[in-house]
C-alpha cells in the first residue's frame, strides 16, 4: 500500500511563497493523476491541483495563476509551488491519486495572515 506523506507547510504573510511536496512510498505511476487537495476550518476538503501522467495539469479558479504543480517521477515526488499567497489559502493541504485511492497522509498547515 503506497503511503503519502506531507511537507513544507508553514505560516507566511499575504503575498508570500511555500513550496509543498508529497513523497509516494511507492511509484507514483501507480496513479493515474496526483492531486493537491486541501481543507479549511469547518470547510469540506477541496481538489487544488493534478497532474496526469502525461504531465497534463488542472487548477481550480481559485488558484489559478498563483499555484504550480510539478512531479517528479524518479523521486516520487509532488510539488505544489504556491506564490502570491492569501488568507483564503489558509488550510491542511494533502495530496493523494485523483480520484482518491490511497488513505489519506497528516497533511501539512499552511497559514497566511493578512
Known amino acids: 500500500q503506497v503511503q503519502l506523506v506531507e511537507s513544507g507547510g508553514g505560516s507566511v504573510q499575504a503575498g508570500g511563497s511555500l513550496r509543498l511536496s508529497c513523497v509516494a512510498s511507492?511509484?507514483?505511476?501507480?496513479?493515474?493523476?496526483m492531486a493537491w487537495y486541501r481543507q479549511a476550518p469547518g470547510k469540506q476538503r477541496e481538489l487544488v491541483a493534478s497532474?496526469?501522467?502525461?504531465?497534463?495539469?488542472n487548477y481550480a479558479d481559485s488558484v489559478k495563476g498563483r499555484f504550480t504543480i510539478s512531479r517528479d517521477n524518479a523521486k516520487n515526488t509532488v510539488y505544489l509551488q504556491m506564490n502570491s499567497l492569501k488568507p483564503e489559502d489558509t488550510a491542511v493541504y494533502y495530496c493523494?491519486?485523483?480520484?482518491?485511492?490511497?488513505?489519506w497522509g497528516q497533511g501539512t498547515q499552511v497559514t497566511v495572515s493578512s
Open positions: 497532474i496526469t501522467r502525461g504531465g497534463s495539469k
Open positions: 493523494n491519486g485523483l480520484p482518491p485511492s490511497r488513505p
Open positions: 511507492g511509484s507514483i505511476f501507480s496513479f493515474n493523476a
